[in-house]
């Protein structure tokens, strides 16, 4: 089994829509659960952190986390084509030192069509 | 606030050749981590810098190496290019303690012909 797995997409919605991404995880030990959001050519970019089973809200987005079936997921709220890209989900590996190393799903091309 | 930088943006090589990419941690931070992305795929996880040395090492061979300056910068060398070492190379940096979020770079993206 794969250490992070995305649904490989791509995921195509209607501008107000709501997009659903979803991302699971194997290592239970997983403290940190993050979304990266890349464009394409670009370095990914962080746009949401969750540490903590339940929701977490930040404008437009939403991370959902739930530890005992490890998975987390990202809804985004009235789409917009600027949010077309591809999302990563990077869970981290504790390693018993300081800084973790993330793991990363391979992306989900979202495509949000006027 | 200077975020992190990477250099060159671009590079092209042949196989054998050895190559030097180079990394500047975002203003702060201590800890530098590189990663290497292949076309469609996410980011795979190289390895990681703190105080100057090597703390943790993903599945890559030796001939994938780097170093960390007292400034917090970073070099990634990879010698015996193969054309499979095509790829984006990414830079990340981070707090050493407790510091989960770590924040790329723009990336270099390498060509093995």
């Known amino acids: 089994q794969k250490e992070v797995e995305q649904n490989s997409g791509p995921l195509s919605v209607p501008e107000g829509a709501i997009a659903s991404l979803n991302c699971t995880y194997s290592?239970?030990?997983?403290?940190?659960f993050f979304w990266y959001r890349q464009y394409s050519g670009k370095s990914p970019e962080l746009i949401m952190f969750?540490?903590?089973?339940g929701d977490k809200e930040d404008g437009r987005f939403t991370a959902q986390l739930n530890k005992a079936s490890q998975y987390v997921s990202l809804l985004i709220r009235d789409s917009q084509p600027s949010d077309s890209a591809t999302y990563l989900c990077?869970?981290?590996?504790?390693?018993?030192?300081?800084?973790?190393?993330?793991?990363f799903g391979k992306g989900t091309k979202l495509t949000v069509n006027p | 606030d200077a975020g992190v930088t990477q250099s060159p943006t671009h590079l092209i090589k042949t196989r054998g050749q050895q190559v030097t990419l180079r990394c500047s941690p975002k203003?702060?931070?201590?800890?530098v981590s590189w990663y290497q992305q292949a076309l469609g795929q996410g980011p795979q996880f190289i390895f990681q810098?703190?105080?100057?040395?090597?703390?943790q090492r993903g599945n890559f061979p030796d001939r994938f190496s780097g170093h960390q300056f007292p400034n917090y910068s970073s070099e990634l060398n990879v010698n015996a290019l193969l054309l499979g070492d095509s790829a984006l190379y990414l830079c990340?940096?981070?707090?050493?303690?407790?510091?989960?979020?770590?924040?790329f770079g723009p990336g270099t993206r390498l060509t093995v012909l």
């Open positions: 990340a940096s981070s707090w050493w303690t407790g510091a989960d979020t770590q924040y």
């Open positions: 990077a869970v981290n590996l504790p390693s018993g030192g300081g800084s973790e190393k993330l793991v």
């Open positions: 203003s702060g931070h201590d800890t």
């Open positions: 969750i540490y903590s089973n």
């Open positions: 810098y703190y105080e100057e040395e090597e703390r």
């Open positions: 290592d239970r030990g997983s403290q940190s």
